[in-house]
């Protein structure tokens, strides 16, 4: 599912975009040189799944085990702390999970959650408003947070001898947020995160597709049957109230989960952990949540225009949950379909029928269902039904007969390889803290690298084409089909 | 100095008792002095046929990143021929030596690799990134792709028709109009500057073979290029690995490269307006033409940037995002290139306040002219210099700034000296290039939005002179 970033800020001075693989124009890089780091990050999610559903590895056999070492302790207050060493460059991250996302939304409250995510850096009981990114840049800090459906994450990035002042910052609005939370300051980033909406939904091309893929997934009752970023008349309605009802209700220690990585001395840090997160109080538990069945039981269609040149087609299935039976081998049939130029839809569709401009298909896992989407472009000239007849048929062959065993290897080697790419960064979004983190939600073990890795080498040819059958049925399915708007 | 350890475990016992108390949050604690800026060390080598190669060993993660980067851009495209360099980067995965377009992907692909081929303004660059010990069997893919592309015909009109649909797409994109719109109106037809890096469709449609085989001859030579590898390994057992692939790689033609005219800034203030029925937000470009890489004010000129719109915190974000609530973000930058890439201004603002939003972008234009107080001088010279550690921390990280020190001629101190160049910027030099730079009354202003809605109020604001353009005016006929 799609995260919403809080905050958007400054293009670094020399963007080198991503390259795409094997599809320019997906994100269409190329041409923009001037961009807002919320649409890079846009772009970069789009890139992830991308990669993902391309993940990889080979005739040389795979290189050292992936070890992440940490420590973890659990403060009275309920706070679980990971802490993790890695000295290469002078700089800490400190990452805070909390275990409450859209999913946890009341009705006529959508897209509360991220307004919420935007109100944590507006300053807390002993940090005036502004000063928490003021302070944070004077000591060469970063900071950012995101919201998805079952989590909302924050990260600040300091110099290794400004931990504290990190620290200090987080633990504050975690104890003091409320002291100096006021109904304007609410009103000041609900306008923000309405011109959120307007540029990553409204005014992006095909932005509303996503959002109309969620509500015709999920029954009106479940939580992914509404976008994260939520609807424009749930955020006006948004008051000050619920955000003190949310508070209380979400942002206890015990709901939450800190990593600190980088270049620290866990006993040190731990120390001072312990002093700025020692006087945060702590919590009830927030309740149970109780989720809706969801199923497709037959096709269900629906056109929406757009203000596009082309049209698109989504193809979207309910499919396993994260890490449970179906999700891994569901990656790599996202591979065998649409990862690279020798899979089975961009070889037809793009390469040799020349029908299409692209073709994604990708399992966007997540913690209470998760979907999967096939997504293809036909080219001028060329119709949906065109596309869609090919996607169905490559659909019918995986089902009807498994993959060769280079097809599967390829794809697992391509996944054995981002685990290690993964490595590269310790702090911000995707890097070593945020995984350490999101395995420690999700599984409850933070270094889950290897057995994360072990779900796809164990998987065979016959386990993916067997993924296809019970996954991807052609006669229960959701297809949305975007029109370009005809104007006078 | 760390604590003894019987001092410290002495401390974690109490560490419950010490929970109990109160930290006194009446003051942030303070940073202390910042850990010295280690280096990653460059290795400068030669392969037997002269091709120079920097080596940095990184044992963080067992992966190699090996970057071919050749001195010749998009700038270098020949007038009637912009966007040759793109498409001849982009065919060099489309067949090379004995391999098919397929067969590279499939192997690059099966070995858990990346490799790309692009070019930008001033340099073009094959990228490989792999798991380090499947480099020695990535390499001679990369050689090939580097060293031996083929161009067929049939890849040829494959990418021809990929990137005329790409440009169709880019019609739709509000940004992207914006961005293509901006660099027309600064630079016009004439300049390499004012058409985007892809080229046109008229050019896409024109190019051939001998179009892109010329320009991958003057520009893929020895002479003219330099190899990076960062990873996992040492110099010692990777220059064989790099010897055996790019070792005897010989000179084909040269060419004398482009000369870019020189582009002079707007004489007074010009408003371009692009009409995007219905769009809820409006795209808004503002700014001029604004310096060469090689200025000498460089340093100065990222320390007024991220006052006015390079940081968080920076004017205009904290104007049009924290105090207006117009935009979810506005900020500035300059584009520095070997010749005068554009500074700009940029915010998607919600319709309504279109006009709003134009007179608070004018008014940071003009403050950012006065002198700036010193703490927010102070602030914006430590967010740069203090973090600049991190811009070292991954493989791709490192080569991008080999890459950035080789295309620019950056001094051998340059890194070292990073810091200390930003921290002794003053106010007086921040206003000096404010002024020199920003010129707020000589300005392109491009606005991408609902025409209908915004027309009037903009022209109630008389900004300047005001042009209205198709989306045929900015990216040509439909392709």
Redesign the interface.
């Known amino acids: 599912m799609t995260p919403t970033n809080g905050?958007?800020?400054?293009?670094p001075?020399?963007h080198?975009a991503p390259?795409p693989?094997?599809n320019?124009?997906f994100c269409?890089v190329?041409?923009?040189?001037?961009?807002?780091?919320?649409?890079v990050m846009k772009c970069a999610a789009a890139l992830v799944l991308v990669a993902l559903a391309?993940p990889?590895?080979?005739?040389?056999?795979?290189?050292?085990a992936i070890q992440l070492p940490y420590s973890e302790f659990t403060?009275?207050n309920g706070l679980r702390v990971i802490l993790h060493e890695?000295h290469?460059?002078?700089?800490v991250t400190v990452n805070m999970w909390y275990h409450v996302g859209s999913a946890r939304e009341k009705e006529k409250r959508t897209g509360f959650a991220h307004l919420f995510e935007h109100l944590m850096f507006m300053g807390s009981?002993?940090?005036k408003p502004?000063?928490f990114?003021?302070?944070l840049?004077?000591?060469?800090?970063?900071?950012n947070g995101s919201t998805e459906n079952d989590r909302t994450n924050y990260w600040i990035?300091?110099?290794?001898?400004?931990l504290?002042?990190a620290?200090?910052?987080e633990s504050?609005r975690m104890g003091?947020l409320l002291d100096t939370m006021t109904p304007k300051t609410v009103?000041?980033?609900?306008?923000?995160v309405?011109?959120?909406r307007?540029?990553?939904v409204?005014?992006?091309?095909y932005g509303t597709a996503e959002v109309v893929i969620g509500e015709m997934l999920y029954p009106a009752a479940h939580p992914y049957h509404w976008p994260v970023i939520g609807y424009m008349d749930d955020l006006t309605a948004a008051s000050y109230d619920d955000v003190v009802g949310f508070f209380k209700k979400y942002y206890a220690p015990s709901n939450a989960s800190l990593v600190v990585a980088g270049?620290l001395?866990p006993?040190?840090a731990?120390?001072v952990i312990?002093?700025?997160f020692?006087?945060v109080k702590a919590g009830p538990a927030p309740e149970p949540m109780t989720i809706p069945g969801a199923s497709l039981t037959g096709v269900q269609k629906k056109t929406i225009t757009d203000?596009?040149?082309?049209p698109r087609v989504y193809l979207a299935w309910l499919t396993p949950r994260h890490f449970e039976p179906g999700d891994a081998a569901l990656d790599i049939v996202a591979d065998v379909l649409a990862?690279?130029?020798?899979s089975r839809l961009y070889?037809r569709l793009v390469?040799d029928m020349?029908i299409a401009?692209d073709v994604n298909a990708f399992q966007a896992s997540a913690q209470l269902s998760s979907s999967f989407q096939i997504v293809a472009?036909p080219?001028?000239g060329h119709t949906v039904a065109d596309v869609q007849k090919v996607i169905d048929e490559e659909i019918q062959k995986l089902q009807r007969e498994a993959p060769s065993a280079?097809e599967l290897?390829?794809a697992v080697?391509?996944?054995?390889?981002?685990f290690?790419?993964r490595?590269?960064?310790?702090?911000g979004f995707g890097g070593v803290a945020d995984q350490l983190n999101a395995y420690f939600t999700y599984t409850g073990d933070p270094d889950w690298f290897n057995e994360d890795l072990a779900r796809y080498r164990a998987l065979s040819p016959n386990d993916v084409s067997a993924a296809a059958v019970q996954f991807l049925p052609l006669g229960a399915r959701v297809e949305l089909t975007v029109e370009p708007?005809k104007?006078p | 100095m760390r604590m003894p350890f019987i001092v410290l475990v002495a401390a974690l016992s109490s560490g419950v008792l010490a929970a109990q108390q109160a930290p006194d949050r009446s003051h942030p604690p303070q940073p202390g002095p910042p850990a010295p800026l280690r280096l990653p060390s460059i290795q400068k080598q030669k392969l037997s046929n002269g091709l120079p190669v920097w080596i940095v060993d990184d044992h963080k993660v067992p992966v190699a990143q090996v970057n071919l980067v050749v001195f010749s851009g998009t700038a270098n495209d020949p007038p009637g021929k912009y966007g040759v360099a793109s498409f001849a980067a982009a065919m060099l995965e489309e067949g090379a030596g004995s391999r098919s377009a397929l067969e590279i992907a499939d192997a690059v692909d099966f070995l858990g690799a990346d490799v790309g081929a692009t070019s930008t303004s001033d340099a073009s660059a094959v990228r490989l990134h792999v798991p380090v010990a499947r480099l020695a069997d990535a390499l001679p893919i990369m050689g090939d792709v580097a060293l031996r592309p083929t161009f067929p015909r049939d890849e040829l009109d494959r990418q021809r028709q990929q990137r005329l649909t790409s440009l169709l797409q880019g019609r739709d994109d509000p940004p992207t109009i914006a961005a293509v719109a901006f660099s027309r109106v600064l630079y016009g037809k004439g300049h390499r500057y004012g058409t985007a890096q892809m080229g046109t469709a008229e050019t896409i449609k024109t190019f051939t073979s001998d179009d892109l085989r010329s320009f991958y001859a003057a520009a893929f030579r020895p002479e003219n290029a330099t190899l990076l590898a960062v990873g996992d390994f040492n110099a010692a057992t990777v220059v064989p690995l790099l010897e055996k692939t790019f070792g005897s790689w010989k000179a084909a033609a040269s060419a004398a490269p482009e000369k870019l005219p020189p582009a002079e800034p707007p004489a007074r203030r010009q408003i371009y307006l692009i009409d995007k029925p219905g769009a809820p937000q409006s795209q808004i470009r503002i700014g001029s033409i604004g310096v060469p890489r090689s200025t000498p004010d460089y340093f100065p000129i990222i320390v007024m940037n991220t006052i006015l719109g390079g940081s968080f915190t920076s004017r205009l974000n904290n104007n049009l995002r924290e105090v207006h609530g117009y935009a979810y973000g506005a900020s500035s930058g300059f584009d520095m290139r070997l010749g005068s890439g554009p500074f700009f201004a940029a915010a998607g603002v919600q319709t309504d306040k279109t006009a709003e939003a134009l007179t608070e972008f004018f008014n940071e234009l003009n403050a950012i002219l006065k002198p700036v107080p010193a703490e927010e001088l102070a602030r914006a010279k430590n967010y740069v210099s203090l973090r600049y550690p991190s811009s070292f921390e991954s493989t791709g990280d490192i080569s991008r700034r080999l890459e950035d020190a080789l295309v620019y001629h950056l001094p051998d101190d340059y890194f070292a000296k990073y810091v200390q160049n930003i921290q002794a910027v003053s106010a007086a030099d921040v206003q000096r290039v404010a002024q020199k730079y920003v010129q707020p009354d000589r300005v392109a202003v491009v606005v991408v939005g609902d025409l209908k809605a915004i027309e009037p109020r903009i022209r109630a604001l008389n900004l300047g002179t005001i042009t209205t353009l198709s989306i045929d005016d900015v990216f040509g006929p439909k392709p």
């Open positions: 905050r958007a800020s400054a293009t001075l020399f080198h390259k693989r094997h320019p124009t269409f190329s041409l923009a040189f001037v961009v807002l780091k919320s649409t391309y990889a590895a080979a005739q040389t056999p795979a290189a050292r403060l009275p890695d290469s460059v002078p700089m009981g002993h940090v502004g000063e990114d003021e302070w840049e004077a000591a060469g800090g970063d900071n990035n300091v110099p290794s001898t400004s504290e002042l620290l200090f910052l504050d003091y009103d000041a980033q609900r306008d923000v309405k011109n959120e307007r540029q990553s409204e005014n992006r091309p270049d001395q006993a040190d731990r120390k312990e002093k700025w020692g006087d203000r596009v040149q082309l990862g690279g130029k020798n070889k390469y020349q401009q472009t080219r001028p280079h290897e390829r080697n391509q996944i054995e390889s981002s290690y790419n490595m590269e960064r310790v702090g708007e104007r």
